[in-house]
């Protein structure tokens, strides 16, 4: 669905991502993995137009949307859920998911909205609070809530469960599984929680240094001892 060629990025004049070759095939989890600093997140942002590219190129479903903007690739389904930030605090959890429908017939965002209430259920209890009051984990939720009402193919995840409780933690990577499995999602995901990461992912990329150190089968990084131990802290 969404593959990357020779990918050199990064922020003006600084080069962080290195020769990169990327793919994310239909309905799957592609987990990218790697220490602080290895351009995890600056991919995210490449794939979404919100990295400088110096060369190569990226295709979404054939398309070549290397220089598009922002805005035109998500109208072409590609949604970008960042860590922080990802919501409208001072509106209440209801105004955010009309926010993300404003474009949508008033049938239709009546229908989105029941379907993300439907796997989020913790949401209906907060319709009418401002969502700068609840927690980090229900943040995240209202975020990828906001994707699914814009109808998106794919979800670039940067940290979803970063600095929430383990518990929490499970049910949001839980979550990600369900988009997969019952709406047929695509979805790359960037995770400092490697191991629960790479449990539930289909393939997944080691990013070390901006450079692709592993490429394969999630599972296989999961049990691949060296790289484990050297550069995910799995013992």
Not at 35 to 47: E, F, H, V
Not at 68 to 87: C, E, F, I, S, W
Not at 169 to 196: H, M, S
Request: glycine fraction near 8%; charge should be positive; proline fraction near 4%.
């Amino acid at each position: 669905m969404l593959k990357v060629s020779q990918l050199n990025a990064g922020y003006g004049k600084l080069h962080i991502l290195y020769d990169i070759d990327f793919e994310a095939p239909r309905r799957e989890i592609t987990v990218v993995v790697g220490p602080n600093g290895s351009g995890k997140s600056t991919l995210l942002k490449a794939l979404f137009g919100l990295a400088t590219i110096y060369s190569g190129k990226i295709e979404f479903e054939d398309k070549d949307i290397t220089r598009l903007p922002p805005h035109k690739r998500a109208r072409l389904g590609l949604a970008y859920v960042p860590q922080t930030d990802n919501v409208f605090t001072t509106l209440t959890v209801e105004e955010n998911l009309r926010m993300a429908g404003y474009l949508l017939e008033p049938h239709e965002l009546k229908e989105r909205i029941d379907l993300v209430l439907d796997i989020f259920p913790t949401l209906k209890e907060y319709l009418k609070k401002k969502a700068g009051a609840l927690s980090g984990g229900e943040r995240q939720m209202i975020a990828i809530a906001m994707c699914l009402i814009r109808d998106a193919k794919m979800l670039l995840l940067d940290e979803p469960t970063a600095q929430l409780a383990p518990k929490i933690a499970t049910y949001i990577l839980n979550k990600i599984v369900e988009l997969r499995d019952r709406l047929g999602i695509t979805i790359v995901l960037v995770e400092q929680n490697a191991k629960k990461a790479l449990e539930i992912g289909d393939r997944a990329y080691l990013l070390v240094s901006g450079r692709v150190a592993f490429r394969g089968k999630a599972q296989e990084l999961l049990e691949h001892k060296e790289l484990g131990k050297l550069y995910l802290g799995l013992v």
